[in-house]
Structure formats: C-alpha cells, structure tokens
C-alpha cells in the first residue's frame, strides 16, 4: 500500500491534469467525480459497525465483500465451532482495514479520477 504522502503526490499530478482539461471536460470530470468518490468514515463506519464485509462492496469489491459476509455468516451459525473463524477474520482482515481506511479510500479515488481521466481522453 502506498503511503499517505504518496497517496497525495498522486493526487496532485492527477488535479494538474485535470485542470489541464477545456472546460466542458473539467464539468464532465467533476459530474463523474461526485458520482465516483467515496467517502472514507463511510468506509470506516461500515467496516465498523459492519464487520460482515459491507466496506467492500461499497467500494465495488463484491467477490472481496461476499467471501466476508458468507466468512461472518458461517461464523454465526456454527459459533461454537467456528467463532474462532469469526475472530480471527475480525483481528486479521478488518481491524487492518479499520486502521487503514483512510489510505484505502484516498487509493481507490485516486484509481476512480484516473479511470474518469482516461475515459475522458479517449473520447476525445
């Protein structure tokens, strides 16, 4: 994962290029922009309080996000046997994430304004 400093050095280069943009494609950029971004206490919350995978599909990562909803589920029902897999997913895969959020997020919308930049280029 890239560091927080990173992260931003690349969000620059992408603003640089989109002001770059005439202005009827910085308006559609921004369009895309609002639809696109994602929010990441949103993230958080959910990974949060929803420990069963729902951060991942709020992001888009549905195989990511049912493998953990079906990983809680199994967890649930069989508790006494596998409430250590339940544990242990919580420990290993989401409190990470929980910590991490904030660089998962900035990641994945710096990946969102290079996919609307590219798109953008291509067409025009």
Not at 25 to 43: A, S
Not at 62 to 86: D, P, Q
């Amino acid at each position: 994962m890239m560091s927080q400093q990173q992260l931003e050095q690349e969000e620059e280069a992408l603003r640089q290029q989109i002001r770059q943009l005439s202005s009827s494609q910085r308006q559609c950029y921004y369009e895309r922009e609002k639809q696109e971004i994602k929010d990441p206490d949103t993230f958080a919350a959910l990974n949060y309080f929803f420990v069963a995978g729902l951060h991942h599909l709020y992001l888009g990562k549905t195989a990511h996000g049912i493998a953990n909803l079906v990983l809680m589920t199994i967890g649930l029902i069989f508790f006494s046997i596998g409430g250590w897999l339940l544990v242990a997913a919580v420990i290993v895969i989401e409190l990470p994430q929980l910590f991490w959020s904030q660089r998962i997020v900035h990641q994945y919308n710096n990946q969102v304004m290079r996919k609307i930049l590219n798109d953008l280029q291509q067409n025009r």
